[in-house]
Every structure is written in structure tokens, then in C-alpha cells.
């Protein structure tokens, strides 16, 4: 009612299904083709769809009234099914690709035999095949035991496939009903084709075969190729096979087909007609293939060949492929090739065009590697170096590992160049490029930085033999030519996290330790020392920063008081510098001093120490008291010729008293340097009305006749051996003995570093006559330091008459 209703409505009738079938069943039966044998240009289809779509089964199916029956078949062990469980009867309901993606899910085929049997069907895409007048008579599929999904804009190759068939049904079941002749319709449809899968497939193959297929109908030629034609390095042409028919040739041909898939076949210099028609830019066409000369052998196991065409395929005026046909029954004309003409005009351009843009990309791929590699060695350039290099780090850095970066530059390399010439020098450093990299792993890098420079990063370096091997490398004579040329080069090496820097100072290290190897000598490697360079790089911020300090007078003279032991009165001051830095607070002479030494900066602070001393000697006569202070003077300082001017200077107007109370504390490794230099400073100082005093006393192991004749008026034992003369009977030994040398030499003794009653009872017991330590009181201000002494005087002259100390 309702179907009446509708046909009404349009007017027009439709055909009703039950007559739509009966007519479907009359052609099919008209073709004949029901329980035929098996044919290759249908199994050659099917099993282009199997390979495209990489599925083990392929099916070119017929519906008739009761069953399904394969025409063709790959992958499947029936002959035919009954109709009612064909997944083909859903396709033929459609007018496009009916795919079933798990048929385990589905509804319709979860009970289906082909689904719950031995044949384990999951998968399934089928698309119509229509005989020749239009009804569809079966369909091209393909199905997997696995579930699939495949995207509707993949099945083109399938929609393509299954009109090929279409084309091969109509040539030889309708072929009556056709003069001999290529028809346009279906010339113009292949080339539709051939447009079509050449935009939309990278598969190149693919392409190809379906080209061919169409070739072989058109044509009824039974056997044929498909191929560009290119030439090799010695502008040789040769035959690179886009597809074939699947002839048995021999055992082997399973595997060339393989090979065809892959890199496709090749030939070359063949000797027969394939080979000259490759050369030719004519048509060439052999009616007798047995007796024609230039017929050539055929391969061993080659079904046999009784006519042959070859047509080139050009583009433009280039000759870029060659179509091979061979075993059409009325044989090949002229005729036919200018009829396929249109066809293979369009396959030339496609080719054309496909090779223009794999030019393009070549192209594009030739400038990448301009701009990454060096063009003499093809190692890396420096900006792919860059790369490859924050790379590594950061690898370095996940695995928690080291990197070995070393920095090569060649010695003596520059005269090679002069005296051989460019071309020499070339050869030279493509010969260590290769050198360096065969003595590397695989994972390390090696690059060229430009000239004779080479840049190597090493992963975990476990000892050093690595880099022996690298200048090894380089050492070993180099020939050329009729030349030998003996090489060698300097590296230096900086370790990375041991030297923590960012990439661009890390190679600048590596570039600092290869000048090190050069200054050592050249012809060697040298490892960067980190801690090193950041005490240079600190030594040298501080240097910037003392001129500064001295001219907005940063720095102060704390004082440490000298008690006289017997009679516990304040003898004087030791004067010891402080920096009051602006940013980094108040800072002991250990952090910066040390940096000064060796540098003009030693005498600067010097002077500033003495010009402070005098000042201070100068208030405190004025004051009334009659202290003395001790300064502290760099060795720099001491032994250069500078010192006795400054003092002289320092001291010019100054009266004897004030110049006997100033105390020039020189350390006793200072006094054993230039025994002779030293000898005539100090007598200078001694002319000056200074005084002399050996500090650190002990550690310098001064011989008894040294010790005797140095102009010292003052020794002071060193702390260390102070501090644990209580504990170690050795160094009460040397505390013993040096109190007892000096008072043997009449010369007053000081121990430096009090810092209990105990050891101040001690020295008391052993002789010594003053001490200087924390026990009084640590290195104060110069107010502070008074103010103290005061008090301590006022305490012990209180103290003094009940002869109790302290
Ligand atoms: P030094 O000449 O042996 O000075 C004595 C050092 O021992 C001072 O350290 C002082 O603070 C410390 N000291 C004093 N009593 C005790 C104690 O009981 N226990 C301990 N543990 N330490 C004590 P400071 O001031 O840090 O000076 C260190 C060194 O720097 C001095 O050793 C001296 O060689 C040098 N120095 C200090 N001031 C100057 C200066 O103006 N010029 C020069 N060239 N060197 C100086
Ligand atoms: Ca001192
Ligand atoms: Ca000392």
C-alpha cells in the first residue's frame, strides 16, 4: 500500500524486486560464467586487493538463485557457500562498499557459520560487481579473521578494482557484441583511473598494476609490463618494472614479485626485445617473437611468447617509461598503439610530474644537509653541532652520566696546506674526519667546527685512554698520493657535569684546555680543571673589586691583643684586616687575600695596612698609651724592592719611639724563600727603626744558623702547635724547644691561639713571655680593642697585688 503510494507520487514505475532479480539471475546465466575455471586476470585482481589491504582473504564472489560461488578466490578453502549465509547478498543491496568491521558484534552475522566456524570471519568490505548491462552479479571483497576498520576514503583501490573487473567480464563474456576495437568509453574510464589513484596513492606499485590491468583489456594482450624508464650513473637507460604479470618464470619468482613490491625489478642490458625497445623511441612490434633476431633469450621457466609490442612512454619529448604487451591473438598494430595513445600521454605526464616532485624533495633534502653537514668530511657543521650537543646534555642529564667534550685542532696543519696546496689539505682532513670517527662509538658525536678544528662528545668516558686513541688516530701517517704526511694534533677536554657550564662555555672550556695542550708542547691532550678556572674567575672578580674597596675604604684593621704573661698586662696589638663588603658583609683575609698575592693589588693593600698602623701609633702616643702593633705583610710585598720605600714614606716625621713600636710580622716560609733578599730587606728595616717578627713560627723548619742571623727581634709560635701541645707530647716537644731556642737567641717569644686557662698555664710553666688568642678575646674594632685593654689593665692591676692571674 504505502510502496503504491509512493510509486504514484513520482509518477514513475519502479522495477519491483522480486522482477529485479529474475532478470539479475537472466544475465548472469547469458555470461556463462557460473562454474568456469579459475582465471589469472581475475586471480590477478584479487590478489592486488589482498596485498593493498594486507588481507588474507580475497574474494571475487557470483550470486545466483541458491548459492555463492567463487570466480576467484585467495585465502578461503570453500568453492561456494549457500546463499543465505553470503555476507556478498548484504553487498549487492548496495551501491557502494558494505563493510562489516566485527562481525563478532554484529547483529546480523554473530550466528553466521562463516563467523562462528573454521573460517573465523570478522572482517568484511565487499563492493558490487555489475555485468555488462548493469545488475549486479557478485562483488569484489576482501575479509580477515580479525576485526578491522578501515576508513571509507581507503576503499577507492577496492571501488577501482571492481570496475577493472567489471572491464574484464564485459571484454570476454559480452567481447560478441564489440568490434575489435580499443572502445573510448572504456579507454577514457582507464584514464579516468589512472588520474585518479596517481593523486590520491603513494603506493606507486599499486598504481601501476592497475594501469597494466587496464592495458591487458584493452589490448587482450595476455601478458605484459608496465615501467619508467631512468638511467643510472653512466647515463645508461634501464628498466625500473612498476608491475607485471604474475608469469611463473621460474621457482624464483615468488620472490621477485616479493622484490617487485618492495624495490621493484630492474632490468638491465637484457639482450632481447625488451631491452631494445627501452632504447628505442619508436613503437616496436615482433609478430614472430621465436625467429626474430632481436628477440633475445627469454628467462629459464618463461611461458612462451608469440607477439610482442612495446610502446615508449613519453612526456614531452622525454622518454620516461615503457609498456610491454605481449600474446594478443590478432597480433599488434600500429593502429592499436595510436589508440592508446590519449592513455599512456596522461600515464607520461603523471610520471613526469611524480618525478618532479621526488626532485623536488631531493631537493629539499640536498639543502638540509648544506646546511647541516660539513660538505668536505660530511660530518656535522657546527650549527647541526649546536643540536646534536643540547641533545646530548640533556640525555646526559636524564641518565645521570657524563660527557667527555673535546676539542681537536690539528698541529702544524697549516703547513701542509702551504706547502701541497688545497687540495692536499682537503684530503688530509677527510682522512682524520674518518680516522676520529672509526676510533668513536656510534653514539658519540664528531663534527667539524671549520678549518683543522674538530669538536668530539664522548659518553662516559671511563679513563682516559679514549682520547691517546683519538690522537693515535691522527698520529698515524697519512698517504696520499705519492705523499706521506706525518700529523698530529692538540686536544683539550673539559668534563661535563664535573664543569656544569652551559653548551657554548663548555666548548670554550675545551677550546682553553687545547691551547694548554699547545703551550705544554703540542701532540697531546689536556683536561680542563674547573675548580681551577672558577678560583681564576673568582680571583679575578675580587681583584675588580679591591681598587674599589681601597678608595671608598672598605677595609678595617681589627685588633687582637699581646699580653704580656708575667705580668698579665696588655703588651700591644696584632692589627688583621677586615673587608666590610657591600655585598657580601664582613669578610676575613683567608676569602680574599690569598687572591691579591702575585698582583699589584698585594703592595696596595700593604701600604694601606702600614699607612694605618702608623696613623694609629701616632694617636695613641697622643693618647698616652704606649702599645705596640704588629702588621701582617703579603710576601708579595715583603720581598719586592717596593716595601722599604713605603715604609720610609709611611714613617717619614715619625720619632724613634713611635717607629720602635711598629712590629712588621714576616712568616717564616716567607723568610726561607730568598734567604739572601730577605736578609738585606730586613736589615733595611731594622736601619728604619722597625721592628722584626718571624710568624707562624715552626712550620717553616729554618735552620739554626738562618734562625740566628735573621734580624728578628720576635718570634711567634705557630697555632697548630699551640693548640694541641696539651694533648700531643710532640708538639709540646717543638713548643718546648722553640721557647728555649729563642730565649738561647734573646729573642722575645709569643704563642699565637689561647684559647683556655690550660694552655695559657702551660706556656706560663714552659718560659713563654707573651700570647695572643681567643682566650683574651678575639680580633675587635680599634675603639672596641681599646676599650678592652683598658679594662683588662684596670682588672689586673687591681688583681695584680694578690698575685692571683686571671
Ligand atoms: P696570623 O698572622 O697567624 O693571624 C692570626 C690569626 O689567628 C687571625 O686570623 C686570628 O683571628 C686568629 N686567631 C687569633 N687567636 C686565635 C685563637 O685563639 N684561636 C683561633 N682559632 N684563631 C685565632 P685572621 O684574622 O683570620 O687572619 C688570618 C691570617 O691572615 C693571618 O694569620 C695573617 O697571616 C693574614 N692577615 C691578616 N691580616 C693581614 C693583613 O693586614 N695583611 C696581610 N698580608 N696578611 C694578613
Ligand atoms: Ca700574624
Ligand atoms: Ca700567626
Redesign the pocket.
Known sequence: MAAELSTRRYGKKLMDPVNREKRRLTALERLAIMDTGSEERFDRLINLARRYYNTPIALFSLLDEKRQWFKSKRGLDLKETPRSIAFCDHAIRQDSVFVVADASKDERFCNNPMVTGESHIRFYAGMPVREPGGFKMGTLCIMDHKPRDIPEHELDVLRTLASLIEDEVERFYHASQYQKQVPVSRLNRAIQRAQNTFHTDDDQDAVFEILLSDLLVLTDSQFGFIGEVLTNSDNNPYLRVGAITDISWSPESADRSQQRKTRGLLFERLNNLIDTSMLSDDVLISDGFESDSQAGELPPGHPQITRYMGIPIFSGDNRVGLVGLANRQEGYTNKLAIELKPLLQTVGQLIERKRMYQERQEHQKGLEQAANFDSLTGLPNRRRLTELFEQELTFADQRQSALSICFIDLDGFKGINDDYGHSVGDAVLKTVAARLQHVLRECDIIARLGGDEFVAIIRDVENNAVYERMLEAIRRPISHQDLTLDLAASMGVTLYPRDPSAPDLLLRHADQAMYAAKDAGRNRYSIFDFETHVNRAERVRILEQTAKALGESQFE??L?PKIVLASDQVEGF?????WNHPEKGLL???SF?PQLEHTEY?AA??RF?IADAVAKLQHWKQLGLPYSLS????PT?LLSDMLVEDLQAALQGCDPDIRSRLII?L?ETTALDDPGKIMSILLKCRDLGVQVSL??FGTGYSSLDHFRRLPAQEI?ID?SFV?DMLTNAGDEMIVKSIISLSKNFKRRVVA????NQAMQDKLIDMGCEQA????YT??LPAIAALAWAEAYQNVNRFQFGHTIRR
Request: no cysteine; net charge negative.
Open positions: 684593621m681589627y687582637q696584632e692589627a688583621l684586616i677586615r676575613g683575609p683567608i687575600l698585594a693593600v700593604g695596612v702588621i701582617n705583610l703579603s710585598h710580622e712568616l710568624d707562624d711567634k697555632r693548640s699565637e691561639g689561647i684559647e695572643q688568642g681567643f682566650f678575639k680580633p
